[in-house]
């Protein structure tokens, strides 16, 4: 089975959204987790994880965890010998995704309250992938600078989707279809 496919079949939607919500957890849509935020369209997450080629053992930061299931989604991929760190700028939605990832019994992930005015976690950079869940207006190059050589951060930036890919010095960016998030904030 595709390890994305894989990941989705062992964490399923529902545990991820409001009481309200979860009849709609096999809707392929956004749903809204409140706050004005909502919880990504399967599809969309989905084609995210398979541009990000996350594999195990490997180090991923999660920005805009929301409720908890890409970070859940995202620790099944690298399993127990690897970390996911999420972070998410909501304070009631932290706490929320935080007790939702612990629910799913993934230890080697968390999620955290973003610090104001940091963008993802350089504290603990490098990362060898980055998946934002939010949309930029322009790259942000604070996240471009906590990627590991040779890792990829999959980003919407201005409705576009884009894999960008650190080598040596260089920094590649190409573009992978038009989508609509919740603003990056």
Request: glycine share 10%; proline share 9%; hydrophobic share 45%.
């Amino acid at each position: 089975m595709d390890p994305v496919a894989a990941a989705f079949a062992a964490t399923p939607r529902a545990g991820f959204l409001p009481r309200r919500g979860r009849r709609r957890a096999r809707y392929d849509g956004p749903l809204d987790i409140g706050h004005g935020q909502t919880n990504s369209q399967p599809r969309t997450v989905e084609a995210m994880l398979q541009l990000l080629e996350v594999r195990r053992g490997q180090h991923v930061l999660d920005v805009g965890a929301g409720s908890g299931w890409t970070t859940a989604l995202l620790a099944h991929l690298v399993g127990p010998r690897g970390s996911v760190c999420g972070v998410e700028l909501l304070p009631e939605l932290a706490a929320w995704g935080a007790a939702n990832l612990a629910a799913a019994e993934r230890p080697w992930a968390s999620i955290v309250e973003a610090r104001p005015g940091v963008l993802g976690l350089p504290e603990h950079a490098p990362y060898d992938r980055i998946l934002v869940s939010a949309e930029a207006d322009e790259l942000p190059d604070p996240l471009v600078a906590q990627l590991a050589d040779g890792g990829r951060l999959v980003v919407p930036v201005a409705g576009r989707m884009l894999l960008v890919r650190p080598r040596h010095g260089d920094v590649q960016v190409t573009e992978h279809g038009y989508y609509r998030f919740v603003p990056l904030l």
